[in-house]
């Protein structure tokens, strides 16, 4: 059974930094690719940043910059390093198995206060 459950959410000023995690189960992680994907109240999930199993990411433009996705292979686990957050990014925020979506967790909350 797959599970991957995000931790590391919580209610940062802006200007701060966060970082997410997300540990996986029930797949072999090295050979999948991840992603991060977000949703905020009233809008529609959008990608984040995803990482190839190579590891090879890709990042929304706007968040070009200020957000890292990285993953550590050996502890099954997928990161997501967020600075210098905006209140623009409070979302819920998920991990998924990329390019198949198939798996996400229950999400971990950002709020991040003006």
């Known amino acids: 059974q797959v599970q991957l459950v995000e931790s590391g959410g919580g209610l940062v000023q802006a200007g701060g930094s966060l970082r997410l995690s997300c540990a996986a189960s029930?797949?072999?992680?090295?050979?999948?690719?991840l992603g991060w994907y977000r949703q905020a109240p009233g809008k529609e999930r959008e990608l984040v940043a995803r990482?190839?199993?190579?590891?090879?990411?890709y990042y929304a433009d706007s968040l070009k910059g200020r957000f890292t996705i990285s993953r550590d292979n050996a502890k099954n686990t997928l990161y997501l390093q967020m600075n210098s957050l905006k209140p623009e990014d409070t979302a819920m925020y998920y991990c998924?198995?990329?390019?198949?979506?198939?798996?996400w967790g229950q999400g971990t909350q950002v709020t991040v206060s003006s």
């Open positions: 998924t198995d990329w390019p198949g979506r198939n798996y």
């Open positions: 990482i190839s199993s190579d590891g090879i990411t």
């Open positions: 029930g797949i072999i992680f090295r050979l999948n690719g």
